[in-house]
């Protein structure tokens, strides 16, 4: 019977890999963020804790799920060597920005982030829109103890600030915040972006990511 992972889990799985493809890197040391999924390691989709998945980039996904005859199918053995020496080396801390390829011109983010200020336990985050005009319907936070009691407006043309008041511990920690965006945009398709902010690093480390 298939599991999907909780939301908790997806969550743990894609700051882990901040969206790096396990097989890009391991096979061309390739760290570009991709669109992706989470794979079962095992190909037993029943199963679905943190160990049992991996975030792979769309095509290497199809590919690890293909059933071939005419060529070896990556093993999870494999996958799972793969996957720790990327976890290995974003833990070090080294920055991801000096070893990835050039954005081509059509990567432009959709999102991008304008202010960050942080004071007496709050931070108003400012995110503009670099892309199609869009309605917010919904921006949260999944981190732990982090909570967002307001943020506006909702109608998003091309150019427009997203707002938020982000209430954060008042000691606040070198730490990721996640978030997530809903919108819909002219032709009524939901779009959902994930967003990280980084203050573990200097400057602030900023990804805007669509994960549906």
Same mark, same amino acid.
């Given at each position: 019977?298939?599991?999907?992972?909780?939301? &908790?889990?997806?969550?743990?799985?894609?700051?882990?890999?901040?969206?790096?493809?396990?097989?890009?890197?391991?096979?061309?040391?390739?760290?570009?963020?991709? *669109?992706?999924?989470?794979?079962?390691?095992?190909?037993?989709?029943?199963?679905? &804790?943190?160990?049992?998945?991996?975030?792979?980039?769309?095509?290497?996904?199809?590919?690890?799920?293909?059933? !071939? =005859?005419?060529?070896?199918?990556?093993?999870?053995?494999?996958?799972?060597?793969?996957? =720790? %020496?990327?976890?290995?080396?974003?833990?070090?801390?080294?920055?991801?920005?000096?070893?990835?390829?050039?954005?081509?011109?059509?990567?432009?983010?959709?999102?991008?982030?304008?202010?960050?200020?942080?004071?007496? +336990?709050?931070?108003?985050?400012?995110?503009?829109? &670099?892309?199609?005009?869009?309605?917010?319907?919904?921006?949260? !936070?999944? !981190?732990? +103890?982090? =909570?967002?009691? !307001?943020?506006?407006?909702?109608?998003?043309?091309?150019?427009?600030?997203?707002?938020?008041?982000?209430?954060?511990?008042?000691?606040?920690?070198?730490?990721?915040?996640?978030? *997530?965006?809903?919108?819909?945009?002219? %032709?009524?398709?939901?779009?959902?972006?994930?967003?990280?902010?980084?203050?573990? *690093?200097?400057?602030?480390?900023?990804? =805007?990511?669509?994960?549906?």
């Amino acid at each position: 019977m298939r599991r999907q992972p909780s939301e &908790e889990t997806e969550t743990e799985i894609l700051v882990a890999s901040r969206r790096r493809c396990a097989l890009c890197y391991g096979l061309y040391g390739d760290l570009t963020p991709k *669109r992706g999924q989470l794979a079962h390691v095992d190909r037993d989709s029943s199963r679905s &804790e943190p160990e049992d998945l991996c975030y792979l980039c769309l095509p290497h996904h199809d590919e690890y799920d293909s059933k !071939t =005859s005419q060529s070896k199918r990556f093993t999870p053995s494999e996958l799972r060597r793969h996957r =720790s %020496a990327l976890y290995e080396y974003i833990k070090s801390g080294q920055p991801l920005a000096e070893v990835t390829a050039p954005k081509r011109a059509d990567d432009k983010p959709f999102f991008v982030l304008v202010g960050n200020s942080f004071s007496a +336990g709050i931070i108003d985050l400012e995110l503009r829109n &670099e892309g199609a005009p869009v309605n917010c319907l919904d921006f949260h !936070t999944t !981190t732990p +103890g982090v =909570s967002i009691p !307001t943020w506006y407006p909702r109608s998003l043309p091309q150019g427009e600030l997203l707002r938020a008041k982000v209430h954060v511990p008042t000691q606040m920690p070198n730490t990721e915040y996640k978030f *997530r965006m809903r919108v819909r945009d002219r %032709a009524d398709a939901e779009r959902v972006f994930e967003i990280l902010l980084d203050f573990r *690093r200097r400057p602030v480390g900023f990804d =805007s990511v669509e994960v549906l």
